[in-house]
């Protein structure tokens, strides 16, 4: 995987910064984390090089005085939102970062359960947490949020919600996925400290969109693709523009936010500390890039990902239709086609020749590899062996799983697991190779290639499996499928 950023540099300067704003307010500050602090595939997958837990690390100097604040909207419990990265629902995400964080040292505080009207799915999910322990409060869905600012201000709005127990002066504000509430939280909090005579502070970590980087620069527009769903907007930060005559990027919640902000701030200092949404932040990765053009690339691979996944969403499950229709024109506005993805040309002619489906990988040296369907593998099974069977140096020719191991596995998928598909996917070809790998030294070889497919690209032109995309995804391959089903020639 080449490598277009910085992160040993980004943890130095990102850290100093979040230190400096620490220092700036009084007795506590509340650090809205936008995006993930655990697992941040997107930032790995647009900044090749920067580590998915590289705010976690950050973090970590800083545990001592710090606690973690869970946020999570009643809306996506009752929906059964899931983390598309992962397959896991929201909620379950909750509990799965919370054990996460205090592995690792972390006092995780509470739960504030956002947007709530009554919710009898938020009401079991609070009583579930509860029984482990966990404080849960609720903050309440306010009339005209957020422009209606008279009314936020006061008992009526922000003042209806629970008010959150914290006890150290750092409190880190983070949630299993965007759209959760975060900073409507801090706000909150900021309303209910100053009741109680708390001098408390505010700032956000949002990694996207890069306020110093152009507003249709590749690495925000893929930004905007990945969001598709929740409707945000890249835009002109107009305050910033106005307060300093510079020109930098945000996006449109944290715009619609400030003038709720800043009332909030002049009501408790006398004076507001920001003079823009990007005064907010504390967000350095823009500073961080030492490949641009591999970033570029990375997040334009990123834009057409992010198309193909909405895409096959909507043939899976009939929604998503508007995002589909967002991301293809963000595709237009930056000239971009799925004829840019290399592996999508490829998978299509192999497909186009053979009559099958097939697949496609680019290696980390461009070299493209291909494969079909047969009738004992699928295309991606198929694709795995080969690709590994070239950076191994072992001849296309060679078969690395004899045909008479193969047709034991297929009997019990059929017959007795009573399956329809008897083509192998790739776990059972990996666990296939693995056995061999004893006795083979073929199979040893192929086995030893696959960190080498980490940060490569491929495609599909058929929908894969979960249990192989899950396989790619581990691999640390970049998968895309034309939204084909399987049996479905077109």
């Given amino acids: 995987m080449k490598i277009g950023f910085d992160n040993e540099k980004y943890l130095k300067i990102q850290s100093e910064r979040i230190k400096e704003r620490i220092n700036q307010f009084g007795d506590k500050l509340y650090l809205e984390f936008g995006g993930k602090l655990f697992d941040d595939n997107h930032a790995s997958r647009v900044l090749p090089g920067f580590e998915p837990d590289s705010k976690l690390q950050m973090l970590m100097q800083l545990s001592d005085y710090a606690e973690i604040l869970f946020v999570i909207s009643a809306l996506d419990i009752e929906k059964n939102k899931i983390r598309g990265d992962l397959g896991i629902t929201y909620d379950e995400d909750v509990l799965r970062l919370r054990d996460e964080f205090e592995k690792v040292g972390f006092y995780v505080s509470s739960v504030v359960i956002t947007h709530y009207n009554g919710q009898s799915s938020a009401d079991a999910y609070r009583s579930r947490l509860e029984r482990l322990g966990i404080k849960v409060y609720y903050h309440y869905t306010i009339d005209g949020y957020p422009h209606n600012v008279a009314l936020i201000d006061s008992d009526e709005g922000f003042g209806k919600n629970d008010f959150v127990e914290t006890t150290r002066p750092l409190v880190i504000v983070t949630a ?81 936010i400030f003038p709720v902000l800043n009332a909030l701030f002049e009501g408790i200092y006398g004076e507001s500390p920001y003079k823009s949404p990007t005064d907010m932040g504390v967000n350095m ?78 290696l980390y040296d461009g070299t493209i590899i291909t494969a079909r369907t047969s009738s004992l593998l699928g295309p991606s099974a198929a694709l795995l062996l080969n690709a590994t069977k070239h950076l191994a140096g072992i001849p296309d020719e060679l078969k690395l799983i004899p045909e008479y191991l193969i047709e034991p596995i297929q009997k019990t998928k059929v017959t007795y697991l009573h399956g329809h598909n008897p083509r192998l996917h790739t776990d059972e070809v990996l666990v296939a190779l693995s056995l061999l790998s004893n006795h083979d030294e073929n199979c040893r070889k192929a086995l030893d290639q696959l960190p080498k497919l980490n940060g490569c690209q491929a495609h599909s032109t058929v929908m894969l499996s979960e249990v192989d995309q899950k396989i790619f995804k581990k691999l640390g391959v970049g998968i895309t499928c034309d939204p084909v089903r399987k049996g479905n020639k077109h």
Avoid at 189 to 204: M, S, T
Avoid at 235 to 244: R, T
Avoid at 294 to 307: F, G, H, K, S, T
């Fill in 176 to 256: 299993p996925g965007p759209g959760s509430g975060k900073m409507a939280v801090c706000l909150s909090q900021l309303y209910h400290e100053h009741k109680r005579d708390v001098k408390a502070g505010y700032a956000k970590f949002e990694t996207f969109p890069v306020w110093n980087l152009p507003l249709k620069h590749p690495v925000n527009v893929a930004y905007e693709a990945a969001t598709a769903d929740l409707n945000d907007v890249n835009m002109i930060d107009p305050f910033h523009l106005e307060a300093y005559g510079k020109i930098t990027v945000n996006y449109n919640r944290d715009i619609e």
């Fill in 285 to 362: 990765i823009g500073f961080c890039m030492s490949d641009e053009d591999v970033c570029c690339n990375a997040a334009r691979d990123e834009i057409i990902r992010r198309y193909y996944y909405a895409l096959c969403k909507l043939a899976q499950k009939g929604d998503g239709e508007n995002e589909v229709n967002k991301i293809s024109l963000l595709m237009k506005q930056a000239k971009l086609t799925t004829e840019y993805r290399r592996t999508t040309v490829a998978a299509r002619e192999r497909k186009e020749v053979s009559g099958v489906h097939s697949a496609a990988i680019e």
